[in-house]
């Protein structure tokens, strides 16, 4: 699931091994771009900003990737190519005097004047993993629609950038909050530092996991797991579907125990008054079986 981190750590590997090469070759199977040819370009620099990818180039162009679901840059060591198998992925192949780079499947793939790059990541709010993340400035935007369920601000890229569907769900319920909960009634300062805790965990760490427990099927709380039991109190894992012609535009899992609060669609429950605490937090990074029937997480 590429997110902010997933992108961050696919640049770090970019810069490994193409920065500074000179571009041999550029095949760009794009339609927009069918003539374009940046040979001869020295590759200067790779950046992320949230789940953007700025490639520069020393011509003074940037080739800007948005990974979506499915994006994902391949590198092939000098002289090899990638697999025929991968022919109708790839989007474009930039040869270079090392290595070669493969834009595969990338939903968004355009190149621009490096001093334009304002037009493609100006809209977004503070990078979590950039050097100058502003919590406070986070924090501003978040609130700025204050009924607006906190899950949902959290995943617009304007108030912040780099959380996806799996960090947002994995954080509210590690939170202890229903992810439909107004995002003013958030202690949202408490829940930036573990959802920045957690995206910097993961740079370290393959995978995404939440729970500390990285077997397969094992690694989350919620994500993913309609109908299956709470690893801490055993209830259902609840889901909703994505709304088309809405907003929301992302399917939601919680537990409907362990995350108090309103929850749209279904029989109305009651929301705990005041701030809720990260009742769930110090689950972060612990592995589930150890916490059933631990009687310091129960309730
Ligand atoms: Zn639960």
Not at 25 to 51: E, M, N
Not at 140 to 164: H, K, M, S, T, Y
Not at 194 to 220: A, E, F, K, Y
């Amino acid at each position: 699931m590429p997110e902010g981190d997933s992108v961050f750590k696919a640049a770090q590997r970019m810069r490994g091994h193409l920065l500074g090469r000179t571009v041999t070759r550029s095949d760009f199977r794009v339609p927009r771009y069918a003539t374009t040819d940046l040979a001869g370009q020295v590759i200067s620099a790779f950046d992320s900003y949230g789940k953007h990818m700025l490639t520069r180039f020393d011509g003074g162009l940037t080739l800007h990737t948005h990974f979506e679901m499915d994006g994902a840059w391949q590198v092939t060591g000098p002289g090899k190519r990638l697999p025929a198998t991968f022919d109708d992925e790839i989007r474009l192949a930039l040869s270079t005097d090392g290595p070669t780079a493969y834009a595969l499947r990338m939903p968004v793939l355009e190149l621009l004047p490096t001093s334009q790059e304002g037009e493609v990541i100006g809209h977004l709010g503070p990078d979590l993993l950039g050097p100058s993340w502003d919590a406070q400035e986070a924090q501003r935007r978040l609130v700025a629609d204050p009924r607006r369920p906190v899950v949902e601000a959290l995943l617009d890229q304007r108030n912040l950038a780099g959380i996806g569907n799996l960090w947002a769900v994995e954080t509210c319920f590690l939170r202890g909050i229903s992810p439909w909960t107004p995002a003013a009634e958030v202690d949202l300062a408490a829940l930036l530092v573990l959802v920045r805790r957690m995206l910097l965990h993961s740079l370290d760490n393959p995978g995404q996991v939440t729970t500390g427990d990285t077997r397969r099927g094992h690694t989350h709380w919620v994500y993913g797991r309609a109908g299956r039991p709470c690893r801490r109190c055993g209830t259902p894992i609840e889901h909703r579907d994505a709304v088309a012609g809405t907003s929301w535009s992302r399917e939601t899992w919680w537990c409907p125990r362990c995350q108090p609060g309103p929850f749209p669609s279904l029989a109305e429950r009651p929301s705990r008054p005041g701030l809720r605490r990260g009742v769930n937090e110090e689950s972060f990074g612990s592995r589930g079986r150890r916490l059933r029937g631990s009687p310091g997480l129960a309730r």
